[in-house]
């Protein structure tokens, strides 16, 4: 693909055309909105959760955009900074309310502007759930690789499922595993992590 810095300039509506034609442009939008995005989830939780939580909320927002977008019937009606923020701030308030989690935060001050980097809209309440990746071998391999790690027991199994679909925080998991702090969890989940993706990538390759 050319250098995406000439591309840098492209409207959101440019970019999103670009992006189903090639996976590779929304590299773009992910510099484009990372920072605003995280500002946006640090001033929500009040410091409550850490930017590598953040981090990984932001990360599934732009898989979750990307999955709407490679079906085919995506209409992107706001910026995407907008609709980002919007996922993040609806994964947040699931994460806040299971963690029974306080902040300063007042969700009533809503606002869609495109040229607000803090923008969003309530109304958009995409998720990972909603995605349907059941017929993907990507998604396969990963779930036979999950059924071989709960075969052979350990801790990643456990682990690993409850971050992603029980969506526990890091505090969470460092009080359920009896784990020092939640740097030790971090690393205890990206090496199951790794485990996991080496698992799944022999199985797409047999």
Same mark, same amino acid.
């Given at each position: ?27 773009? !939008? ?100 909603? !995605? ?75």
């Amino acid at each position: 693909m050319a250098d995406k810095n000439i591309f840098s300039n492209l409207t959101d509506q440019e970019l999103l055309v670009k992006i189903k034609q090639n996976s590779d442009y929304l590299g773009i !939008v992910y510099k484009r909105c990372k920072t605003n995005c995280l500002g946006f989830m640090r001033k929500m939780t009040s410091g409550k959760i850490s930017d590598y939580e953040l981090e990984d909320v932001f990360q599934d927002a732009n898989i979750i955009l990307y999955e709407k977008i490679v079906k085919g019937d995506f209409v992107l009606t706001a910026s995407f900074q907008t609709y980002l923020n919007s996922v993040c701030r609806f994964q947040l308030l699931n994460t806040l309310e299971k963690s029974k989690l306080t902040t300063d935060y007042e969700d009533n001050s809503e606002d869609d502007d495109d040229e607000n980097p803090n923008g969003y809209n309530s109304s958009i309440t995409d998720s990972l759930d909603a !995605v349907d990746h059941s017929n993907e071998p990507q998604f396969l391999a990963i779930e036979t690789a999950l059924e071989k790690m709960k075969a052979a027991g350990g801790h990643c199994y456990e682990l690993l499922t409850l971050f992603w679909y029980h969506k526990k925080s890091m505090n969470e998991l460092t009080t359920e595993f009896g784990y020092t702090n939640s740097d030790t969890t971090k690393n205890q989940k990206a090496k199951c992590q790794k485990r996991l993706e080496k698992i799944a990538y022999n199985e797409l390759n047999q």
